[in-house]
């Protein structure tokens, strides 16, 4: 059975579809429960690692550093609970990184607007023309903040195998087909689609090793091998690549590594000027 990614521009509608597709299946569901976990085992606030997908680094939020670091956090949690199989998946931008896997079926579910703006009229006090004005905001924001972070719009219907609207359609109903189509043989597990999945989680892996030491790097992983990109000045290249492999290596399941460095032409250039 397929992995199930749903994404919903309300975060609720979300979690409500995503719990029952789960139950229904026998599947676990993952949300941002997940950022307990994850904040726990890197000393991280969840409150911090919330603003991580919901906001764009800043000066007065999460630094921009930080912010790729808490991203690779989720990320690897996500991964290593994806890889398992068996699990609806909601609230944590899994579709914009899990991408070219054939047995992940990924949801886009659009909440009925009327009902939307009612609630934020309700929560916030807003009049219906400052809702109105809300509900494009957060659009606009979300759709800045995937292609700013992972160069995808996600609000685009084409990253998506199906798009729901709830102003047609009950959730119930659309639970009873992301069922129906989940259970179609194109997403079922093969052994290709499998592997995507396992070198994506040991890619993340690698990924949060050397973050904290090289947070330029670029880590792909195939089987064993992990294959790493990063830039260097040439006199720190050789002290760069040791390190990398070094830390690569350390992690359960690299059997070969290979460091692939460019020139940093931008710190080799500000130095020449010194």
Same mark, same amino acid.
């Given at each position: 059975? /397929?992995?199930?990614? *749903? ?7 979300? @979690?409500?579809? @995503? ?8 599947? !676990? ?34 630094? @921009?550093? /930080?912010? @790729? ?12 609970? %994806? ?15 899990? !991408? ?18 009612? &609630? +934020? ?12 004005? &809300? ?11 995937? =292609?700013? +972070?992972?160069?995808?719009? $996600? #609000?685009?219907?084409? %990253? ?7 102003? !047609? +359609? ?9 069922? $129906? ?9 093969? #052994? ?17 090793? =050397? ?13 064993? #091998?992990?294959?790493?990109? #990063? /830039? ?7 002290? !760069?690549?040791?390190? *990398?492999?070094? %830390? ?27």
């Amino acid at each position: 059975m /397929a992995v199930i990614i *749903i994404s919903s521009n309300s975060l609720p509608k979300a @979690a409500q579809i @995503a719990a029952e597709t789960a139950k229904a299946l026998n599947y !676990r569901c993952l949300g941002r429960e997940l950022l307990r976990k994850v904040g726990e085992k890197y000393g991280v606030s969840e409150e911090r690692l919330h603003k991580t997908l919901d906001e764009l680094p800043s000066l007065l939020g999460v630094s @921009a550093r /930080a912010h @790729a670091l808490y991203l690779a956090y989720i990320e690897e949690a996500v991964l290593a609970r %994806l890889s398992k199989g068996k699990v609806v998946c909601h609230g944590l931008a899994a579709q914009l990184y899990v !991408r070219g896997v054939s047995h992940v079926l990924k949801v886009r579910v659009l909440a009925d607007s009327r009902e939307f703006m009612n &609630e +934020i009229m309700e929560e916030r006090r807003f009049s219906p023309e400052r809702a109105a004005k &809300e509900l494009e905001r957060e659009e606009a924001i979300r759709k800045r903040w995937s =292609l700013d +972070i992972y160069r995808v719009d $996600e #609000t685009s219907p084409s %990253l998506y195998d199906l798009v729901i609207n709830l102003s !047609r +359609i009950v959730p119930e109903e659309a639970v009873r087909m992301i069922i $129906e189509i989940s259970s179609h043989p194109k997403y079922k597990p093969m #052994t290709y689609s499998v592997k995507c999945v396992n070198d994506m989680e040991l890619a993340s892996r690698v990924r949060v090793a =050397l973050l904290d030491h090289f947070p330029d790097v670029v880590v792909q992983a195939d089987g064993v #091998t992990v294959v790493i990109e #990063t /830039a260097a000045v040439p006199r720190e290249k050789e002290m !760069r690549v040791e390190a *990398i492999e070094k %830390l690569a290596r350390s992690v359960p399941g690299v059997g070969h590594v290979e460091v692939h460095v460019a020139n940093d032409i931008i710190r080799q250039a500000a130095e020449s000027f010194r």
